[in-house]
């Protein structure tokens, strides 16, 4: 009796289920003289998505800094950081560094996404990840002009410091670090 109700009660949630409206949290840290109001982004973002909690709008209209992961300065030349620490050595490829089943997913995800198996072969596993994922997003409508991190810096004006946490130059040399096995 207990199995058939749990079925029944599944089944009709499932069909009464509806999307969920779900925006990102923010936390709110006070003292005796300051407000920190901590807020998770994401770099690439869907044009339609609507993202913004009305509590971080009202704490960024009276914000003295707003710190960032990294800059957003389009002037920052990152592809040129990145392209050195992103390549292997040029006696490795990366189906070296896959199992055969890492093979056939990375196959998969090149003719789900159009990638060259040829680029892709030349670089590190974290790029590959990276680039993956970007071709994933784009796919979706996203493109990293539309990031929560632009978008706050292009309608924060000028009443706030805008700094960042790290530089890119130390988040490229954080990927290249992580450990080659995949």
């Not at 009796?1 to 006070?30: D, Q």
């Not at 960032?68 to 490795?92: C, F, N, S, W």
Request: with cysteine; proline share 8%; net charge negative.
């Amino acid at each position: 009796m207990i199995r058939r109700l749990t079925f029944y009660t599944l089944a009709t949630c499932l069909f009464v289920a509806t999307p969920a409206l779900a925006l990102p949290p923010v936390w709110t840290v006070r003292d005796a003289d300051s407000e920190i109001v901590l807020f998770g982004s994401i770099h690439i973002l869907p044009p339609a998505l609507d993202w913004r909690p009305p509590p971080l709008d009202a704490a960024l209209k009276v914000a003295d800094d707003l710190w960032l992961e990294i800059p957003t300065d389009p002037g920052t030349a990152a592809a040129a950081l990145v392209a050195p620490l992103a390549r292997l050595p040029a006696h490795q490829t990366l189906d070296g560094l896959l199992s055969r089943a890492g093979r056939a997913r990375l196959r998969r995800g090149e003719e789900t996404h159009g990638l060259s198996s040829a680029a892709l072969q030349t670089l590190r596993p974290w790029m590959v990840e990276v680039v993956l994922s970007g071709a994933q997003a784009a796919k979706q409508g996203a493109n990293a002009g539309g990031g929560v991190e632009q978008i706050l810096t292009a309608d924060l004006g000028r009443t706030a410091r805008l700094t960042a946490f790290e530089t890119q130059d130390q988040q490229t040399e954080l990927f290249a670090g992580a450990s080659p096995r995949v």
